[in-house]
């Protein structure tokens, strides 16, 4: 079953990929969500490069791992991971949002293969999880499934009706990831409707609570480890994080939840990460046909 | 010897339409679940907080380990057997219909309709028969709420036996249900071996003058009409219209040819409910006169099951009210 494992490094530079994938895909969208996919990125990519068994050749592989991004706005992240892992060629990320693309502004199951269950309305995303980690559990599948939630997501009330039910149910094969960015769309999570403390309501819904700083590759390694040791309880972990990480203009700024970067600012924001528009355009452009990343993983 | 001849044995009385067997549409729901646990291993139930009054507990007790219990959370319970069914489940769920059509509608159009997850969704305590709860557990919404979701279909048995066959009907479908059905007994109208595929209309009485297109409870009381309306002369063909959504647009055009005149009869809202579908087939294929017995843009309140449908304008006095009123509609074209 394909579970690449890269080291630190390695992930790091795919991040790195992904982080580019997303602005130019967005610049040439000129339509979507910047802040939370780049605020995702880096936990995202070790999950889809390090912690999941994923099978992009065999989509209904029994073996695989299940995930599902309850914050479906996150396309961006989602479909660079996806095209980075060899679920579709590169190229696709500029039809994103684009009426002939695959790619819709909400993960859609029947347009994308590859994605589990259809979100974009948020707070169900979880419940879905727990269907998933319950289903692989009555059929004796080892697998484990992985849920992403945003910070703001947590004022919706099924979020806490699916964390009582995970706990209830002792779902030790779920995992819970929070991009903690402390940004929704209308500003500060704490100003719009505080949920602090949130470690502290996890923990009282008897959830294994882990904390880590959400760029930290090496930490978030050490925390989807832990949480795979744990028994009886599920677990989540508060990725704590900077929307719009990356890219110095839109970093720690809510005004950039929904928004795409205009091409200039684009470009600029590329400069930022080594590369340019046209440079890394051309790069996606250039890739046709899906391939794993070569020579950086090895099958485990 | 007393000389007094001693009484024979009185053999139970045959069912007739207007002493008919009572059953719950609700026991076929969960007798049908029962059907299912034998033969579809992948079938899982859940439930919340209702296992009782929607009948699910017959399948908790012959079959535990693929019962789950979700207590009071109805979006949770809609989103969990969506994930349920993207593991090769085949989830029923059971609630009431108030709840399952509108608490957590956004659930069911986004997460496992827009999914296209073959998720079953069971509706208890539909429509003003369910008495005394009153108006908030009276479902009046739900035809118009499931038929306007793509992926969606809509079903409402008449009896027990069409529930207990739609049921099991529901788990040979990769897409996802609703089926509606009711908490008091009501007439049992069809039998074991009376056919029924989804989105195939049946025909309970033939005639020409007019047609009763029904659903539910309804199909019985349209049935009595019709016995009613024989006595005047006035022949009219009753087809029970279990399947909303894909609807049988091909039995509604050919009524519509053949009679002339259409009442719908349902124990929903007059808006977006069975005579809204009809009137739409209609429109498009062979317009004539329809009229529609359904509840009038009000809520439900408490009372007997009766006495509701009465007072509400439901039960078969006035589906002939209505045929009188199409059919001189009819004579006037």
């Not at chain 2, 005149?261 to 429109?283: K, N, P, R, Y």
Request: charged fraction near 20%.
């Amino acid at each position: 079953m394909p579970r690449l494992t890269m080291n630190v490094p390695e992930l790091q530079e795919r991040a790195l990929f992904v982080r580019r994938d997303i602005v130019a895909l967005l610049a040439r969208s000129q339509s979507g969500h910047s802040g939370g996919p780049l605020s995702s990125t880096d936990f995202g990519t070790v999950l889809f490069f390090h912690e999941m068994s994923v099978n992009p050749r065999k989509l209904d592989d029994p073996a695989r791992d299940m995930w599902h991004f309850s914050i479906g706005h996150v396309t961006p992240v989602i479909y660079a991971l996806m095209a980075e892992r060899g679920y579709f060629p590169l190229v696709d990320l500029l039809g994103f949002r684009q009426f002939k693309g695959h790619l819709q502004g909400h993960p859609s199951k029947h347009d994308t293969p590859g994605i589990e269950v259809s979100s974009g309305s948020l707070g169900q995303g979880l419940s879905v999880a727990c269907g998933m980690a319950l289903g692989s559990r009555m059929d004796g599948n080892k697998r484990r499934v992985y849920c992403v939630m945003g910070d703001g997501e947590q004022q919706e009330g099924q979020i806490w009706e699916a964390a009582m039910f995970a706990a209830h149910y002792k779902l030790e094969n779920l995992c819970a990831v929070i991009d903690y960015n402390r940004k929704q769309i209308d500003g500060d999570v704490q100003d719009i409707m505080g949920i602090a403390p949130l470690q502290d309501k996890w923990k009282s819904f008897n959830w294994n609570v882990l904390e880590v700083d959400g760029h930290d590759v090496a930490a978030i390694l050490r925390a989807f480890e832990e949480a795979r040791a744990t028994r009886g309880k599920p677990s989540v972990v508060l990725a704590h994080t900077v929307m719009g990480k990356g890219v110095s203009f839109m970093e720690d700024d809510y005004k950039w939840h929904g928004i795409p970067p205009t091409r200039e600012q684009a470009d600029q924001a590329l400069r930022e990460m080594g590369t340019t528009l046209e440079e890394w355009t051309a790069r996606l452009e250039c890739h046709t046909a899906p391939e794993v990343a070569p020579g950086t993983g090895r099958s485990a | 010897m007393s000389g007094a001849t001693p009484a024979a044995p009185q053999a139970p009385a045959m069912p007739t339409l207007l002493k008919p067997e009572m059953k719950r549409t609700r026991e076929g729901f969960g007798h049908g679940l029962l059907d299912l646990g034998q033969k579809r291993p992948e079938v899982v139930v859940l439930v919340g907080d209702l296992s009782g009054s929607t009948n699910v507990s017959f399948f908790a007790e012959k079959f535990p380990d693929r019962f789950i219990q979700v207590g009071v959370a109805e979006q949770n319970m809609m989103c969990v057997a969506a994930g349920l069914a993207a593991t090769g489940k085949i989830p029923f769920l059971a609630t009431y219909g108030a709840f399952a059509s509108c608490r957590s509608a956004d659930q069911m159009r986004v997460t496992v309709a827009y999914t296209d997850l073959p998720v079953k969704i069971g509706g208890a305590h539909g429509g003003i028969s369910v008495g005394p709860d009153g108006a908030t557990h009276q479902a009046m919404e739900e035809i118009a709420i499931v038929r306007s979701i793509p992926n969606m279909k809509m079903i409402v048995p008449c009896d027990y036996w069409e529930t207990r066959k739609a049921t099991v009907a529901a788990a040979d479908d990769p897409h996802p249900n609703y089926i509606r059905f009711g908490r008091e007994p009501v007439p049992v109208v069809t039998g074991p071996d009376t056919p029924f595929t989804i989105g195939k209309a049946n025909t309970m009485r033939e005639g020409s003058d007019l047609a009763l297109i029904a659903c539910g409870v309804m199909v019985y009381e349209a049935l009595v009409a019709a016995k009613e309306l024989e006595t005047r002369g006035i022949h009219a063909r009753v087809i029970n219209m279990h399947t909303l959504k894909p609807l049988d647009e091909e039995a509604i055009a050919r009524a519509a040819r053949e009679c002339g005149a259409i009442v719908t009869a349902e124990e929903h809202q007059v808006h977006g409910g069975l005579g809204s579908a009809v009137a739409e087939a209609v429109v498009q294929s062979h317009p004539v006169p329809v009229e529609l017995v359904a509840v009038h843009d009000r809520f439900g309140r408490s009372g007997k099951q009766d006495e509701l449908m009465t007072a509400f304008g439901i039960k078969s006095p006035d589906v002939v009210r209505a045929a009188e009123r199409v059919l001189a509609r009819k004579r006037a074209r």
